[in-house]
C-alpha cells in the first residue's frame, strides 16, 4: 500500500511519519519511509537546489521539473520496488504536492501540471492520502519557530493560504483517496488518528 503525508506547511508531516511507521512495524507491517523532495541521492542533490534560500531567481517551471525529476527518480529507485516487495510506503508529500503549490499556488495551469506529474509518476498514484489539517498560519508559526525555514516557506502567506484551498478543491474530487486528520491537536492524538486511518485502510 501506497500512503503519501500531505498538508500545510508546519502540519507535522515530517514528524508525524516516523511515529506512524513504528505504529504500524509494531502490528507487523513492512514499512519503507521516503520523502519529497529528495529520497534517493540524485533527489536529494535536486531538493538541496529547490530550498536554497538564495535561488531566488528560479522561475516556476524550473521549480516545477525540479520536482518531477526527483520524483520519478523516487518512483523508480524507491516506491515500486517497495511496493512489489509488499511493503507498505509512507511518503512525505507527493504527487498532491505540486497541483497544490506550483498549481493553485502559483497559477500553473492544473491540466497541463497533471500531465508533467503524471509523465514524472508513469501513473504511479497514492492508495491512500493522509491530510494534516492545520491552519495556514498556525502551520508557519510552527516552522517558523523550529529553525528550519526555506526557500519554499518563504512564500507569503496569501500563496499558502491558496495552496490551502488547493489541497480542499484536491480532496473534494478524490474524497476517496483521502483521509482529514485535525493536525492542530497534541502530536499523540494526531499519531493516533493517523494511525486509525491507516489501520481501517489495511483491513479492506
Ligand atoms: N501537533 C503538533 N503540535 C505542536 N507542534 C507540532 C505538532 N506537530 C508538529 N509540530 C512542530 O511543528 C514544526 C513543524 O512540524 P513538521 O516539520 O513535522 O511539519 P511539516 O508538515 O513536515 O512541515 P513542512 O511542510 O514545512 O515540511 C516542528 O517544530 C514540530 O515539532
Ligand atoms: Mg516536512
Given at each position: 500500500m501506497f500512503i503519501t503525508l500531505e498538508g500545510p506547511e508546519g502540519s507535522g508531516k515530517t514528524s508525524q511519519m516516523p511515529r506512524?511507521?513504528?505504529?504500524?512495524?509494531?502490528?507487523?507491517?513492512?514499512?519503507?519511509?521516503?520523502r519529497e523532495p529528495g529520497g534517493t541521492p540524485i533527489g536529494d542533490q535536486i531538493r538541496e537546489v529547490l530550498?536554497?534560500?538564495?535561488?531566488t531567481a528560479m522561475h516556476p517551471r524550473s521549480e516545477?521539473?525540479?520536482?518531477q525529476a526527483s520524483r520519478s527518480q523516487l518512483v523508480e529507485?524507491?516506491?515500486?520496488?517497495?511496493?512489489?516487495?509488499?511493503?507498505?510506503?509512507?511518503?512525505?508529500?507527493?504527487?498532491?504536492?505540486?497541483?497544490?503549490?506550483?498549481?493553485?499556488?502559483?497559477?500553473?495551469?492544473?491540466?497541463?501540471?497533471?500531465?508533467?506529474?503524471?509523465f514524472a509518476t508513469g501513473g504511479l498514484k497514492p492508495d491512500l492520502t493522509l491530510f494534516l489539517d492545520v491552519d495556514v498560519r498556525d502551520g508557519l508559526d510552527r516552522r517558523g519557530s523550529d529553525g528550519d525555514w526555506n526557500r519554499l516557506d518563504d512564500y507569503d502567506v496569501a500563496?499558502?493560504?491558496?495552496?490551502?484551498?488547493?489541497?480542499?478543491k484536491l480532496m473534494a474530487a478524490e474524497p476517496q483517496r483521502w483521509v482529514k486528520v485535525d493536525a492542530s491537536a497534541d502530536p499523540e492524538a494526531v499519531a493516533e488518528a493517523l494511525q486509525a486511518a491507516v489501520l481501517e485502510r489495511l483491513k479492506t
Open positions: 506512524l511507521a513504528a505504529r504500524l512495524e509494531a502490528k507487523g507491517f513492512h514499512v519503507v519511509q521516503t530550498f536554497d534560500l538564495e535561488n516545477i521539473l525540479l520536482f529507485q524507491v516506491i515500486k520496488p517497495a511496493l512489489s516487495a509488499g511493503h507498505v510506503v509512507l511518503c512525505d508529500r507527493y504527487a498532491d504536492s505540486t497541483l497544490a503549490y506550483q498549481g493553485y499556488g502559483h497559477g500553473v495551469d492544473l491540466e497541463q501540471l497533471s500531465e508533467i506529474v503524471n500563496f499558502h493560504q491558496r495552496v490551502y484551498k488547493g489541497y480542499k
